[in-house]
């Protein structure tokens, strides 16, 4: 619950714009959004995985998003839940990355095929991180040198990765 009083902060004014009274939401109703995608994205994944193989999960959880997004924005939701959608939108991108990159995570490493990755991995120290490090590198030196940003190069680095 450390996290409440920065997830309520990082709204800002928009919180007594809920109601229509101005009356801000309750910090406890934002453990409702978390809760809220991570049982969404367990009936989707299942869903897909069951009777849909076809759909690839990500996009249909990014529809999923933005149609939740819309419809709080613009069908004026004040339950909970829209409560607590309202106060994530302005939270801090390291935030919401804390809460809800390790759930993705741990969800590719156990999807993982073990044997196949142990099968694979001299493949994929000789071929894939030199490749992927030498596309960084040229990304970045395309960047520093051909753009007229005057970027210094660390700059350029972090636009190749």
Not at 85 to 103: A, C, D, K
Not at 131 to 159: D, H, K, S
Request: proline fraction near 6%; aromatic fraction near 14%; charge should be negative.
């Amino acid at each position: 619950f450390a996290l409440l009083p920065q997830l309520v902060s990082a709204a800002g004014d928009e919180l007594t714009q809920i109601h229509g009274d101005g009356e801000p939401p309750e910090a406890p109703h934002a453990v409702l959004f978390p809760c809220f995608t991570l049982t969404l994205g367990v009936i989707v994944f299942y869903v897909l995985s069951r009777y849909a193989k076809a759909l690839p999960y990500t996009a249909v959880m990014f529809l999923i998003g933005t149609i939740m997004g819309i419809a709080v924005e613009f069908l004026d939701f004040y339950d909970h839940v829209g409560q607590s959608i309202r106060l994530w939108i302005g939270i801090n991108s390291e935030v919401l990355l804390l809460v809800f990159l390790p759930g993705l995570l741990f969800r590719d490493a156990m999807s993982q095929n073990v044997h196949l990755f142990l099968h694979s991995i001299n493949q994929l120290l000789i071929f894939a991180f030199p490749m992927v490090l030498a596309g960084t590198v040229l990304t970045a030196l395309g960047a520093y040198y051909i753009f007229p940003y005057n970027w210094p190069f660390n700059l350029a680095m972090a636009f190749g990765a």
